[in-house]
Nanobody, 118 residues
Framework: QVQLVESGGGLVQPGGSLRLSCVAS????????MSWYRQAPGKERDLVAS???????NYVDSVKGRFTISRDNAKNTVYLQMNSVKPQDTAVYYC????????????WGQGTQVTVSS
């Protein structure tokens, strides 16, 4: 069965860094657009970053220059490197797989909590 398993979340101080990982199984990972979404309390779930099969990357403006999405197809893993984090980055972060690049993912992970606080 399809699984997306996130890890790497936790508590981090403002200005700090952490790296989220998402290990995928049960589908042809290398052909999917992989994305990270986040949802803060009382907010909509929003796209943070995406990376295509050709390593084309897109980011929401608020994280440009701070976050980097990458993928390792040999490991069926997508990463989100988060640098210079801000309290506004606090959210549950979800890994998602989008077969068509439609911004309507086919598969979702369970989410991992990121809390930015001093």
């Amino acid at each position: 069965q399809v699984q997306l398993v996130e890890s790497g979340g936790g508590l981090v101080q403002p200005g700090g860094s952490l790296r989220l990982s998402c290990v995928a199984s049960g589908f042809t990972f290398s052909t999917y657009v992989m994305s990270w979404y986040r949802q803060a309390p009382g907010k909509e779930r929003d796209l943070v970053a995406s990376i295509s099969r050709f390593a084309i990357r897109n980011y929401v403006d608020s994280v440009k220059g701070r976050f980097t999405i990458s993928r390792d197809n040999a490991k069926n893993t997508v990463y989100l490197q988060m640098n210079s984090v801000k309290p506004q980055d606090t959210a549950v972060y979800y890994c998602a797989a989008d077969r068509l690049g439609s911004r309507r993912p086919d598969y979702w992970g369970q989410g991992t909590q990121v809390t930015v606080s001093s």
